[in-house]
Protein backbone atom coordinates (compact mmCIF):
# COMPACT_ATOMS: atom_id res chain seq x y z
CA UNK A 1 0.00 0.00 0.00
CA UNK A 2 2.67 2.61 0.64
CA UNK A 3 4.74 1.60 -2.32
CA UNK A 4 1.66 2.52 -4.32
CA UNK A 5 1.14 6.03 -2.43
CA UNK A 6 4.58 6.89 -3.12
CA UNK A 7 4.02 5.50 -7.02
CA UNK A 8 1.18 7.62 -7.12
CA UNK A 9 2.74 10.90 -5.83
CA UNK A 10 6.19 9.99 -8.20
CA UNK A 11 4.01 9.93 -11.37
CA UNK A 12 1.67 13.29 -9.98
CA UNK A 13 5.01 15.17 -9.66
CA UNK A 14 6.27 14.06 -12.81
CA UNK A 15 3.43 15.24 -14.65
CA UNK A 16 3.04 18.13 -12.95
CA UNK A 17 3.87 21.58 -15.12
CA UNK A 18 7.74 22.58 -14.75
CA UNK A 19 7.99 26.52 -14.51
CA UNK A 20 9.96 28.33 -16.80
CA UNK A 21 12.97 29.94 -15.48
CA UNK A 22 12.70 33.39 -17.07
CA UNK A 23 14.61 36.61 -16.05
CA UNK A 24 13.30 40.29 -16.49
CA UNK A 25 14.40 41.89 -19.88
CA UNK A 26 16.78 44.06 -17.77
CA UNK A 27 18.45 41.88 -15.77
CA UNK A 28 19.32 39.83 -18.96
CA UNK A 29 20.76 43.21 -20.29
CA UNK A 30 22.66 43.52 -16.82
CA UNK A 31 23.54 39.51 -17.68
CA UNK A 32 25.20 40.59 -21.24
CA UNK A 33 22.17 39.07 -22.69
CA UNK A 34 20.05 41.28 -25.58
CA UNK A 35 16.70 38.91 -24.79
CA UNK A 36 15.37 40.67 -28.06
CA UNK A 37 17.71 39.25 -30.34
CA UNK A 38 18.55 35.82 -28.31
CA UNK A 39 18.00 32.73 -29.65
CA UNK A 40 17.29 29.71 -27.57
CA UNK A 41 19.80 27.92 -29.91
CA UNK A 42 22.88 29.68 -28.94
CA UNK A 43 22.18 28.84 -25.63
CA UNK A 44 22.78 25.53 -26.32
CA UNK A 45 25.91 25.73 -27.82
CA UNK A 46 27.44 27.85 -24.85
CA UNK A 47 28.63 24.08 -23.58
CA UNK A 48 30.82 23.84 -26.95
CA UNK A 49 33.20 26.37 -24.83
CA UNK A 50 32.65 25.62 -21.50
CA UNK A 51 30.57 28.22 -20.58
CA UNK A 52 27.94 26.01 -19.24
CA UNK A 53 27.87 27.97 -15.76
CA UNK A 54 25.60 30.87 -18.24
CA UNK A 55 23.01 28.28 -19.92
CA UNK A 56 20.69 28.50 -17.21
CA UNK A 57 20.54 32.85 -17.56
CA UNK A 58 20.78 32.30 -21.08
CA UNK A 59 17.90 30.17 -21.67
CA UNK A 60 15.94 32.74 -18.83
CA UNK A 61 16.45 35.59 -21.40
CA UNK A 62 16.47 33.77 -24.70
CA UNK A 63 13.17 33.21 -27.35
CA UNK A 64 12.58 29.92 -28.51
CA UNK A 65 12.47 29.78 -32.39
CA UNK A 66 9.18 28.57 -33.03
CA UNK A 67 7.71 32.06 -30.79
CA UNK A 68 9.66 34.57 -33.16
CA UNK A 69 6.72 36.12 -35.31
CA UNK A 70 7.74 38.17 -37.72
CA UNK A 71 5.72 41.25 -38.48
CA UNK A 72 4.72 41.65 -42.06
CA UNK A 73 5.18 45.31 -43.80
CA UNK A 74 3.36 46.09 -46.69
CA UNK A 75 5.57 48.80 -47.37
CA UNK A 76 9.42 49.31 -47.56
CA UNK A 77 10.88 52.25 -48.37
CA UNK A 78 14.85 52.13 -49.51
CA UNK A 79 16.57 55.36 -48.80
CA UNK A 80 19.95 55.72 -50.77
CA UNK A 81 21.96 59.18 -52.45
CA UNK A 82 22.73 59.24 -55.40
CA UNK A 83 26.09 61.06 -54.89
CA UNK A 84 27.19 57.56 -52.62
CA UNK A 85 25.87 54.88 -55.24
CA UNK A 86 29.49 54.50 -56.16
CA UNK A 87 30.56 53.44 -52.48
CA UNK A 88 27.61 50.91 -52.12
CA UNK A 89 27.79 49.11 -55.44
CA UNK A 90 25.37 46.49 -53.80
CA UNK A 91 22.93 49.43 -53.70
CA UNK A 92 23.61 50.38 -57.24
CA UNK A 93 22.98 46.96 -58.39
CA UNK A 94 19.59 46.51 -57.04
CA UNK A 95 18.33 50.90 -58.16
CA UNK A 96 19.71 50.30 -61.23
CA UNK A 97 18.50 46.93 -62.39
CA UNK A 98 15.48 48.31 -60.85
CA UNK A 99 14.72 45.36 -58.85
CA UNK A 100 11.99 47.21 -56.59
CA UNK A 101 10.18 46.52 -59.40
CA UNK A 102 10.21 42.80 -58.85
CA UNK A 103 7.65 43.91 -55.61
CA UNK A 104 5.12 45.39 -57.31
CA UNK A 105 5.18 48.98 -55.99
CA UNK A 106 5.15 47.30 -52.41
CA UNK A 107 9.07 48.24 -52.47
CA UNK A 108 10.01 51.74 -53.67
CA UNK A 109 13.35 53.54 -54.09
CA UNK A 110 13.51 56.79 -52.63
CA UNK A 111 16.83 59.58 -53.57
CA UNK A 112 17.84 61.74 -50.44
CA UNK A 113 20.54 63.70 -50.45
CA UNK A 114 22.98 62.59 -48.33
CA UNK A 115 21.46 59.42 -46.35
CA UNK A 116 22.89 56.52 -45.80
CA UNK A 117 21.44 53.34 -47.26
CA UNK A 118 18.19 52.59 -45.23
CA UNK A 119 15.19 50.45 -45.27
CA UNK A 120 12.09 51.51 -43.48
CA UNK A 121 9.74 49.30 -42.95
CA UNK A 122 5.86 50.74 -43.00
CA UNK A 123 2.74 48.83 -41.96
CA UNK A 124 -0.84 49.23 -43.44
CA UNK A 125 -1.36 53.10 -42.62
CA UNK A 126 2.36 54.06 -43.54
CA UNK A 127 3.76 54.96 -40.31
CA UNK A 128 7.30 53.46 -40.01
CA UNK A 129 7.57 50.90 -37.99
CA UNK A 130 11.67 50.16 -38.10
CA UNK A 131 14.24 51.57 -40.21
CA UNK A 132 17.33 49.24 -40.87
CA UNK A 133 20.89 50.75 -42.00
CA UNK A 134 21.77 48.43 -44.75
CA UNK A 135 24.86 49.58 -46.31
CA UNK A 136 27.00 46.58 -45.38
CA UNK A 137 25.06 44.21 -46.63
CA UNK A 138 25.20 42.67 -49.90
CA UNK A 139 22.47 42.27 -52.90
CA UNK A 140 21.53 38.83 -52.38
CA UNK A 141 20.54 40.05 -49.09
CA UNK A 142 19.10 42.74 -49.44
CA UNK A 143 16.78 40.71 -52.04
CA UNK A 144 16.82 37.87 -49.41
CA UNK A 145 15.62 40.20 -46.68
CA UNK A 146 12.77 42.05 -48.29
CA UNK A 147 11.53 38.16 -49.77
CA UNK A 148 11.77 37.11 -46.38
CA UNK A 149 9.40 39.53 -45.18
CA UNK A 150 6.54 39.11 -47.88
CA UNK A 151 6.12 42.77 -48.29
Known amino acids: MFSAIVLLLLLHGGLAEVEEYK ?8 AGFVPESLKCDSCHKLGDFNLDTLMTDCLGCCTKE ?25 MQAFVHNDMAAAWGGRVKVRHVRGVRPTIILKDASGVPRQTLNVEKWDTNTLTGYVFFLKI
Do not use: D, T, W
Open 23 to 30: ISPEECRQ
Open 66 to 90: KELEHEKYPLAIMEVCECNLGRFPQ
